[in-house]
């Protein structure tokens, strides 16, 4: 046991959740740029971009954790993620989520990360 009463395995997986949320933030911003491109300079990045994704996904697969994204999914207030923007709504709107702010983090034996999201109204 550490200090915090934490094993260091506990550790090593709030580190890789860590590194797999900044990952993901990552790879949003890089494809966010990628899209600035020209198709021609873009289709090199794009495949590096999801070769490095592949190989988190890999990493995380190995743990037993995953990152989930729940974009463009109706929101439920069950859901593992916090909305931001809740407040702007009212009891009685149908949401979508809008955008992941930050992902989900799943394990083996469940939720290990809840995630950030921003809502919008579904368009009826």
């Known amino acids: 046991m550490t200090t915090d009463g934490r094993s260091p395995s506990d550790h090593l997986e709030r580190s890789l959740i860590s590194l797999a949320v900044e990952s993901w933030r990552l790879s949003r911003l890089f494809a966010r740029v990628i899209h600035k491109l020209d198709a021609g300079e873009a289709g090199r990045y794009v495949n590096q971009l999801r070769y490095f994704q592949k190989k988190i996904e890999e ?11 729940v974009e463009g999914q109706p929101f439920d207030p069950g859901m593992a993620a916090a ?33 950030t999201v921003m809502l919008r109204k579904a368009h009826s």
């Open 59 to 69: 990493s995380l697969d190995a743990t037993g954790l995953k990152v989930v994204n």
């Open 83 to 115: 909305a931001l923007n809740i407040g702007d709504f009212g009891p009685d709107d149908t949401l979508l989520v809008d955008y992941m702010v930050e992902p989900i983090i799943m394990g083996t034996e469940g939720l290990k990360q809840p995630g």
